[in-house]
Structures are given as structure tokens and as C-alpha cells.
């Protein structure tokens, strides 16, 4: 189902807007969102694995390697704002349809931590399991 083009950006400004307010609307500071050390991650990063197999994995798979449900999310990873986009409005392509989690306090507060999480798997810093946290 398409969505009319002002219907999105709409959707987008606000939820931008109010995920801004819950300090998870600003794209991360650096190209890289993630800090990874000898296979341990900063708080953030761990964070974002915890929400991630807590939410995401059901359908994603382990470490977002994709699914028959869910595509991988880390074979061709999305820029943050796209990232946002989706988690929070959802997706639908065919018969695949992804919910959307604005109003999910598990979810929607912890994007960046998610995206970091997801984005330093794809970018190969961080490999499989789960990581330790840097203290």
C-alpha cells in the first residue's frame, strides 16, 4: 500500500518530533553510532542488542541476520532516519507486514541503542552473540 507523499512526511515530522522529546529523534553524531572494543560495546550499543533480541529477533533472526519472516538487517543496512521511519510506522511489502512500534516503551525510547546495535553488526565490528559491555 503506498502512502500519499504529505501523508509521510507528516507522519515522519512528527514522529520525529516526539521521539525527540524522549531523546531517540536526533540521527546519531557520527557515521558511526557504536563503540566497539576488543569485542566489548559501550552501554548504548548493549542496550541496543538487549531491546533487539527482546523485540526484533522473533522475526529478524539472531543478530539480524533475516528470517523467513523478517529480512536481514544488517546485509544491507538503512540509514538511521529510514531505520526510524520503519520501526516506528512499520512496513508492509506483499504479503510481509511489519507492525509499527511508536507507542511500544520497549521499542520506541531505544532506537538509537537498536540501530547502534545493528549498524556495528553490519559494519563488521561486532560479530555474532552476545557482547560484552564496556565498563
Same mark, same amino acid.
Given at each position: 500500500?503506498?502512502?500519499?507523499?504529505?501523508?509521510?512526511?507528516?507522519?515522519? =515530522?512528527?514522529?520525529?518530533?516526539?521521539?525527540?522529546?524522549?531523546?531517540?529523534?536526533?540521527?546519531?553524531?557520527?557515521?558511526?553510532?557504536?563503540?566497539?572494543?576488543?569485542?566489548?560495546?559501550?552501554?548504548?550499543?548493549?542496550?541496543?542488542?538487549?531491546?533487539?533480541?527482546?523485540?526484533?529477533?522473533?522475526?529478524?533472526?539472531?543478530?539480524?541476520?533475516?528470517?523467513?519472516?523478517?529480512?536481514?538487517?544488517?546485509?544491507?543496512?538503512?540509514?538511521?532516519?529510514?531505520?526510524?521511519?520503519?520501526?516506528?510506522?512499520?512496513?508492509?511489502?506483499?504479503?510481509?507486514?511489519?507492525?509499527?512500534?511508536?507507542?511500544?516503551?520497549?521499542?520506541?525510547?531505544?532506537?538509537?541503542?537498536?540501530? =547502534?546495535?545493528?549498524?556495528?553488526?553490519?559494519?563488521?565490528?561486532?560479530?555474532?552473540?552476545?557482547?560484552?559491555?564496556?565498563?
Amino acid at each position: 500500500m503506498r502512502r500519499p507523499l504529505a501523508w509521510g512526511v507528516a507522519a515522519t =515530522a512528527i514522529g520525529l518530533a516526539t521521539f525527540g522529546a524522549a531523546g531517540q529523534g536526533d540521527p546519531p553524531a557520527s557515521p558511526q553510532p557504536y563503540q566497539v572494543i576488543d569485542g566489548a560495546v559501550d552501554r548504548g550499543t548493549h542496550n541496543g542488542y538487549r531491546r533487539y533480541h527482546a523485540t526484533c529477533s522473533h522475526c529478524h533472526g539472531p543478530d539480524g541476520l533475516g528470517s523467513s519472516f523478517g529480512p536481514s538487517l544488517v546485509d544491507r543496512p538503512l540509514t538511521f532516519a529510514a531505520f526510524a521511519e520503519v520501526v516506528r510506522l512499520g512496513s508492509a511489502r506483499g504479503s510481509a507486514v511489519m507492525q509499527g512500534f511508536a507507542d511500544d516503551p520497549n521499542v520506541a525510547p531505544h532506537i538509537h541503542d537498536i540501530y =547502534a546495535y545493528l549498524r556495528a553488526r553490519a559494519d563488521g565490528a561486532l560479530g555474532r552473540g552476545r557482547p560484552r559491555r564496556l565498563d
